[in-house]
């Protein structure tokens, strides 16, 4: 298969189907990748989705960073190749050290299920590349845990290296710096709460998503 995108699938997750219509849509071949694979090296981009690996027992990602394919996922970021974890997946990135900072309980401890506006905070990430700078995109949430908070150290370092990638115009969940989406150093790595997956057209109410995610394509070479 070539110029494939690998979909990652823990016991628990529950939006892997969610990426791969999309992907489809998007006219770009798939895979589904098992937690338990150890090579994914015949992969252009890996994307990590939403649900509860592993029930999000102790707590989110908690257990799915022991998976033996986040030892995979993190060979194939330092390979220079891009992953996006979105919502669960940005949790187990960041339980996994791959990126800073940890999601907590929403602000009010409330689940929330809604459409947000977002604003483009940076151009410098697969996701955001292909768009502008400032751009407002509606994106759904649906969390519980997706109050993003790091050490003020950590903060710091993603002002000054210009990796929030996503902010919240009206921020729903009490993140820190309004952040909905950060990259990491070497800027191949993006975790983001919002779903683009989701919003994939205007006749289902947004067609932001499929910016997003034609974005991180283009800049994998997977979509031309």
């Not at 996994?96 to 602000?107: S, T």
């Not at 499929?210 to 070479?221: D, T």
């Amino acid at each position: 298969m070539d110029k494939a995108v690998g979909v990652v699938v823990f016991p628990g997750t529950n939006c892997e189907h969610d990426v791969v219509e999309a992907l489809v849509d998007l006219g770009v071949p798939h895979r589904l990748i098992w937690h338990r694979e150890t090579d994914l090296m015949d992969l252009e981009c890996v994307i990590i989705p939403g649900g509860f690996a592993h029930g999000d027992y102790l707590r989110p990602g908690a257990i799915a960073k022991f998976s033996p394919v986040m030892k995979a996922v993190s060979s194939f970021a330092t390979s220079g190749r891009s992953v996006l974890g979105i919502c669960n997946g940005f949790q187990v990135l960041t339980e996994a050290k791959l990126l800073e900072g940890a999601l907590q309980k929403n602000a009010g401890l409330s689940f929330i299920c809604d459409v947000v506006e977002c604003e483009v905070a940076s151009r410098n990430s697969p996701v955001t590349s292909s768009l502008e700078l400032g751009e407002k995109l509606r994106l759904p949430i649906n969390h519980f845990e997706g109050n993003y908070t790091c050490a003020e150290d950590d903060l710091k370092r993603l002002l000054d290296e210009d990796r929030i990638i996503l902010r919240y115009v009206d921020n729903p969940n009490g993140s820190i710096g309004d952040i909905a989406a950060i990259c990491n150093k070497d800027r191949n790595i993006v975790g983001m709460m919002p779903h683009p997956e989701r919003a994939m057209s205007d006749l289902l109410g947004s067609s932001s998503g499929r910016k997003i995610l034609a974005s991180l394509l283009e800049r994998s070479a997977v979509l031309s």
